[in-house]
């Protein structure tokens, strides 16, 4: 998230301070701004789409950089291609065909790509949940306490999580599935629930690795290659 700040400074520094929307006609230019909304037009071709507090709304078919925000919500419409998509507290969402050719990343924010998508890089999260409804997603999928829910989608690169829960369904996980332990600095506090992870119908998981504590559920119609590290209950529970 470090690139995103940098360039969100910058803006704040510019002192660009309007409170409206920002309505852009389709350029190759950046466009900055801080407590501004920004508007991309359909089929508009864009650079850095960046603002602080407002939102960022992308019609259908456009072609856009870097596309960031720290407050505010990206929303995306369909046949979009971005090279990447990033928050820290506000919400990604994409609601038809969507094209990253880096990622998705956010802090606090849900992320939430209800048509085909193809990622090529990671989808990351930090408490923030990650919903994808048929995407694929060529590297790794990873947050700490986010809630993650997979139908219909494909993740060749493994995928992490630390606390938050996990349904798949009609789905696939290449690579390891790992549940991470905890350190000290996610770990302080009341001692959590673990967390779960349900397998659903037709989906299968390559290698699960828990590395602390884990309700682990099963579908009759799915499957994992190997599994290894402490369940509750000392075992897979039928789903």
Known sequence: MQRVNAALLAALIAGISAT???SVAG???DQSTVNRSIEATAGGQYGDLESVNGNINLAANVRAQDVS???GAIEIAGNSSLRSVES?????DANGRLSLERGAQTVNGEIDFKGPSVIEGSVES???GISLHNAEVRSKLVTVNGEVDLQSSRIDGGLETTWGNVSIS????????????PNSMWNWGSKKRPPRIEIGPNSTVNQLVLE???EVVLHAT???????GPLVGGSVKAL
């Open 27 to 29: 350029s190759s230019e």
């Open 88 to 92: 820290v507290n506000g919400s990604i």
């Open 20 to 22: 409206s929307a920002q």
């Open 222 to 228: 799915s499957k994992i290659g190997s599994i290894s």
């Open 126 to 128: 930090v408490n923030g």
């Open 212 to 214: 602390h504590e884990t």
């Open 170 to 181: 009609g789905s696939q996980v290449g690579g390891m599935f790992r549940v991470r332990k």
């Open 69 to 71: 925000t720290v407050n």
